[in-house]
């Protein structure tokens, strides 16, 4: 049988805890600061990008060009004081399967400083229409809920890019689909967010937070 090594980083930084944990001995309310940065990157990406083609005419490369997109105008939204950074297609050692195959791969992670191990991740999805929900349901109940992602997180996001459709009807296909509450956010009520909370399945001789919170943000795709 294989023996799972150590990497670098659980060699440095061999103790972790929950990203939402130390994030508050910075601000109480740092994961609704988080978020808020991500909302002023959807603001600047429908003005800088959007408003200068046809979202309908992009057919190739949709989610990884929009991602790729999104995360510098995080980073452009945030203060440079935070005890975190932004990083795009960050790879999740911590999950990684025996003995060299590739391990798991944030689409965007928010990651600690003190401890790079430890990230707030952010999974998104292209959504052709409001009911085409399958692969984000996918994503969220195999790799979030299963702890494949956000070993070290009590929560995390999901983000649709919406082409075609209304978020209300999304919001509602992803609660049945899930079989779970989608509630609203209390700080972006004009948004499209909401959250649901999760009780996970923790894999035996692991810590991980069993109680999970995923944000829902749905980004309609279109030209302002």
């Known amino acids: 049988?294989?023996?799972?090594?150590?990497?670098?980083?659980?060699?440095?930084?061999?103790?972790?805890?929950?990203?939402?944990?130390?994030?508050?001995?910075?601000?109480?309310?740092?994961?609704?600061?988080?978020?808020?940065?991500?909302?002023?990157?959807?603001?600047?990406?429908?003005?800088?990008?959007?408003?200068?083609?046809?979202?309908?005419?992009?057919?190739?490369?949709?989610?990884?060009?929009?991602?790729?997109?999104?995360?510098?105008?995080?980073?452009?939204?945030?203060?440079?004081?935070?005890?975190?950074?932004?990083?795009?297609?960050?790879?999740?050692?911590?999950?990684?399967?025996?003995?060299?195959?590739?391990?798991?791969?944030?689409?965007?992670?928010?990651?600690?400083?003190?401890n790079p191990r430890i990230m707030w991740p952010i999974e998104a999805k292209v959504l052709r229409s409001d009911r085409s929900v399958a692969p984000y349901i996918n994503d969220l109940k195999n790799e979030f809920l299963s702890c494949r992602y956000a070993p070290f997180s009590s929560e995390g996001a999901m983000l649709a890019y919406l082409f075609s459709g209304a978020p209300n009807t999304t919001f509602q296909h992803i609660e049945a689909k899930a079989s779970c509450k989608l509630q609203h956010h209390p700080v972006f009520p004009e948004r499209n967010h909401k959250y649901s909370d999760h009780i996970r399945l923790i894999p035996a001789n692991k810590k991980y937070p069993s109680q999970f919170r995923c944000h829902h943000l749905i980004f309609k795709i279109i030209r302002v």
């Open 1 to 114: 049988m294989s023996i799972r090594r150590r990497t670098l980083l659980e060699r440095r930084w061999p103790e972790t805890s929950d990203f939402v944990a130390i994030a508050r001995t910075w601000k109480n309310d740092a994961t609704t600061i988080l978020l808020s940065y991500v909302w002023k990157a959807y603001d600047l990406l429908l003005n800088e990008v959007l408003s200068q083609i046809d979202p309908k005419l992009i057919d190739d490369q949709l989610e990884r060009s929009i991602t790729q997109l999104l995360e510098p105008r995080i980073r452009k939204s945030m203060s440079g004081f935070e005890p975190f950074e932004v990083q795009h297609e960050v790879y999740e050692f911590e999950t990684r399967q025996l003995p060299q195959a590739q391990p798991p791969q944030y689409d965007i992670a928010f990651v600690l400083y003190e």
